[in-house]
């Protein structure tokens, strides 16, 4: 038993010695072009690139705030003739942080975006929050941030017991518990896991509600994908993870046809889906 014992211990080892990064979260919209419009003109991202695959009746675009080769962006799907998709409960936000929340959700309001919580400071503290919804109804976080260099920084999911899903991504993914907070008066626990500091990185932003173990996942929100060297070592780790924690994987690690690009899937104990995806292909595709 040691002996099979060890192989995983240094197996295990591999995600906190990987090249791991944040590179998209995708999700669906109802009017692409809408959407493109609106995250250039309300939130000033770029338009990164877009493609349409009419043989398979849909359309992407990447949008963000710098280049795909550094940072984290979002892809938004389109699947001919769909209009409009269920967010579900669990899916709570992304984050933009920018120096002036202010200014910033006063652009997003004249351009015609809803504010769902005016600007001003998070309870019991002084850095200033605001919440806006996009076309769609995807909300995003606006948070206060005097400088960063990844102003797309969060993805917030719910999760049904918070414990387990932490132990599941600092094992499954490398990813560290950078913060914790607890809010008893607001019967919530929050915990955000990255890759380096807060301030500097994208954090997944798990949240739990005291008593709340299950809530539904809709159409409409996809999925993470993270860079990695080496997608079968990966998933080789993430299946010994999933048969201690729950979740499981979706896709076994290969190259996608047409493309060649190496991927793996998953999904975690609440069902929340990742794909990692091979560094080196991600470039060569960006090409």
Same mark, same amino acid.
């Given at each position: 038993?040691?002996?099979?014992?060890?192989?995983?211990?240094?197996?295990?080892?591999?995600?906190?010695?990987?090249?791991?990064? %944040?590179?998209?979260?995708?999700?669906?919209?109802?009017?692409?072009?809408?959407?493109?419009? %609106?995250?250039?003109?309300?939130?000033?991202?770029?338009?990164?690139?877009?493609?349409?695959?009419?043989?398979?009746?849909?359309?992407?675009? %990447?949008?963000?705030?710098?280049?795909?080769?550094?940072? %984290?962006?979002?892809?938004?799907?389109?699947?001919?003739?769909?209009?409009?998709?269920?967010?579900?409960?669990?899916?709570?936000?992304?984050?933009?942080?920018?120096?002036?929340?202010?200014?910033?959700?006063?652009?997003?309001?004249?351009?015609?975006?809803?504010?769902?919580?005016?600007?001003?400071?998070?309870?019991?503290?002084?850095?200033?929050?605001?919440?806006?919804?996009?076309?769609?109804?995807?909300?995003?976080?606006?948070?206060?941030?005097?400088?960063?260099?990844?102003?797309?920084?969060?993805?917030?999911?719910?999760?049904?017991?918070?414990?387990?899903?932490?132990?599941?991504?600092?094992?499954?993914?490398?990813?560290?518990?950078?913060?914790?907070?607890?809010?008893?008066?607001?019967?919530?626990?929050? =915990?955000?896991?990255?890759?380096?500091?807060?301030?500097?990185?994208?954090?997944?932003?798990?949240?739990?509600?005291?008593?709340?173990?299950?809530?539904?996942?809709?159409?409409?929100?996809?999925?993470?994908?993270?860079?990695?060297?080496?997608?079968?070592?990966? =998933?080789?780790?993430?299946?010994?993870?999933?048969?201690?924690?729950?979740?499981?994987?979706?896709?076994?690690?290969?190259?996608?046809?047409?493309?060649?690009?190496?991927?793996?899937?998953?999904?975690?104990?609440?069902?929340?889906?990742?794909?990692?995806?091979?560094?080196?292909?991600?470039?060569?595709?960006?090409?």
């Amino acid at each position: 038993m040691a002996e099979a014992a060890q192989p995983n211990a240094e197996l295990l080892e591999w995600p906190k010695k990987d090249k791991r990064r %944040f590179l998209h979260t995708v999700y669906r919209v109802g009017d692409l072009d809408h959407t493109i419009k %609106f995250y250039t003109e309300a939130f000033g991202m770029k338009l990164l690139r877009k493609r349409d695959v009419p043989e398979e009746r849909y359309a992407n675009a %990447f949008l963000g705030f710098g280049p795909e080769t550094s940072n %984290f962006v979002v892809e938004l799907t389109y699947n001919y003739g769909v209009t409009s998709y269920d967010i579900g409960t669990g899916f709570g936000h992304f984050a933009i942080a920018t120096p002036d929340v202010y200014k910033f959700v006063e652009h997003v309001r004249a351009k015609g975006g809803t504010v769902t919580r005016e600007p001003g400071p998070v309870s019991g503290g002084s850095t200033v929050i605001a919440f806006v919804k996009d076309p769609d109804g995807y909300i995003f976080e606006i948070l206060e941030r005097a400088s960063t260099p990844e102003p797309l920084c969060q993805v917030m999911l719910r999760v049904g017991d918070l414990e387990r899903s932490i132990k599941f991504y600092e094992k499954a993914l490398g990813l560290k518990l950078v913060k914790k907070v607890d809010r008893p008066q607001y019967k919530y626990t929050l =915990a955000m896991l990255g890759y380096a500091e807060e301030h500097e990185t994208v954090v997944l932003e798990l949240t739990y509600n005291y008593g709340v173990t299950d809530y539904t996942k809709g159409n409409a929100y996809a999925q993470v994908a993270i860079g990695t060297d080496d997608v079968y070592k990966s =998933a080789e780790v993430v299946n010994i993870v999933t048969q201690e924690l729950g979740g499981k994987i979706t896709r076994q690690p290969g190259p996608i046809p047409g493309l060649n690009t190496k991927i793996t899937s998953f999904l975690d104990p609440d069902g929340w889906k990742t794909v990692l995806v091979d560094n080196h292909d991600f470039l060569k595709e960006l090409e």
